[in-house]
T-cell receptor, first 115, second 114 residues
Framework: AQKVTQAQTEISVVEKEDVTLDCVYE???????LFWYKQPPSGELVFLIR??????QNEISGRYSWNFQKSTSSFNFTITASQVVDSAVYFC????????????FGTGTRLTVIP | ETGVTQTPRHLVMGMTNKKSLKCEQH?????MYWYKQSAKKPLELMFV???????ENNSVPSRFSPECPNSSHLFLHLHTLQPEDSALYLC?????????????FGPGTRLTVL
């Protein structure tokens, strides 16, 4: 069965601190995609990144970086030098190629960056 | 308009009312989705339409009735709702199986059922 676990329900950091959001997934498929979305207070989910299961290279985009490790079924997200605008709920999600219409979401991590 | 739009943004209705939520995507996608987001629960996929055909219905009560008249528009017709149906309803679209089913979301409709 597919499952995405975000064990951290809420995290608070002080501005300029680094923060890592954890994501652990379960799937029986060998081909799948992992995503991170950001949901600011406005409600819209904003796409951040997509990784496929064959590409374990870590990725960096500005202050954002992602660490994909198949050995531990984890896809963690780090924000460096956090800013108040990073305050949002962050969702990790899994899509299996065999059930490509379905995107399985974790319960989300609410990040609060304190000025 | 760009991306995925949803109207209304907020809706308050009584249990005996009939209302509709509207979603429109301007991305040329061929799949559209309805999700329900309740407090402290994962996003729940409700319906999936691919090429205007419903391909997924995740055991959603019949008081929710989707309609997809074309690939750009998706409706969710509501009738005889219950207070526990109060939630944020999100619409999304994607290019189907391409790009790992990367979905683009609208801002949602915040529904309150009294």
């Amino acid at each position: 069965a597919q499952k995405v676990t975000q064990a951290q329900t809420e995290i608070s950091v002080v501005e300029k601190e680094d923060v890592t959001l954890d994501c652990v997934y379960e799937t029986r498929d060998t081909t799948y995609y992992l995503f991170w979305y950001k949901q600011p207070p406005s409600g819209e989910l904003v796409f951040l990144i997509r990784r496929n299961s064959f590409d374990e290279q870590n990725e960096i985009s500005g202050r954002y970086s992602w660490n994909f490790q198949k050995s531990t079924s984890s896809f963690n997200f780090t924000i460096t030098a956090s800013q108040v605008v990073d305050s949002a709920v962050y969702f990790c999600a899994l899509s299996e190629v065999k059930r490509a219409n379905n995107l399985f979401f974790g319960t989300g991590t609410r990040l609060t960056v304190i000025p | 308009e760009t991306g995925v739009t949803q109207t209304p943004r907020h809706l308050v209705m009584g249990m005996t009312n009939k209302k509709s939520l509207k979603c429109e995507q301007h991305l040329g996608h061929n799949a559209m989705y309805w999700y329900k987001q309740s407090a402290k629960k994962p996003l729940e996929l409700m319906f999936v339409y691919s090429l205007e055909e419903r391909v997924e219905n995740n055991s959603v009560p019949s008081r929710f009735s989707p309609e997809c008249p074309n690939s750009s528009h998706l409706f969710l017709h509501l009738h005889t709702l219950q207070p526990e149906d109060s939630a944020l309803y999100l619409c999304a679209s994607s290019q189907g199986r391409d790009r790992g089913n990367e979905q683009f979301f609208g801002p949602g409709t915040r529904l309150t059922v009294l």
